[in-house]
């Protein structure tokens, strides 16, 4: 019996796999510090909040395969960003339960937003392959 070929669908999750834990680490330096940095100064909060969380839910959401698993990864970053709110307080920031929602939006929509695409690429991909001999 021959083993399938990785696709290029393999390795995006695998990728994302692997990127999504310096993009975590990324997220956690930007919150924690006790100041935002120069360039970002003019951009929107929530926004910026938002738009992390939905890169960390996307990248959970075309690494993980498993349903079961990633609706525990979907809660777990929610957790994440609500704790890391709390923690903002003992780093001379201050924690926002604005700020804690819009990031638990970001990994919704994030995850939503891959799933969607991956079952899109999954569907074209199994239309496009020749069936049987």
Do not use: C
């Not at 990785?6 to 930007?30: E, K």
């Not at 100041?35 to 003019?42: E, I, K, M, Q, Y």
């Not at 990864?73 to 704790?83: D, E, N, S």
């Amino acid at each position: 019996m021959r083993t399938p070929r990785p696709t290029f669908l393999d390795f995006g999750s695998s990728a994302a796999a692997v990127l999504f834990w310096p993009i975590l680490a990324l997220v956690v330096w930007g919150e924690l510090r006790p100041d935002v940095p120069a360039v970002l100064n003019g951009i929107n909060d929530k926004l910026l909040h938002f738009a992390s969380y939905f890169v960390l839910g996307a990248l959970a959401g075309a690494a993980i395969r498993q349903r079961g698993l990633l609706k525990w990864a979907v809660l777990g970053l929610i957790v994440f960003g609500a704790l890391i709110e709390i923690i903002q307080a003992f780093v001379g920031r201050d924690p926002s339960l604005l700020d804690g929602i819009t990031n638990g939006a970001g990994v919704i929509a994030g995850i939503l937003v891959a799933r969607f695409v991956l079952a899109a690429l999954q569907w074209d991909y199994v239309k496009e392959t020749p069936s049987g001999p």
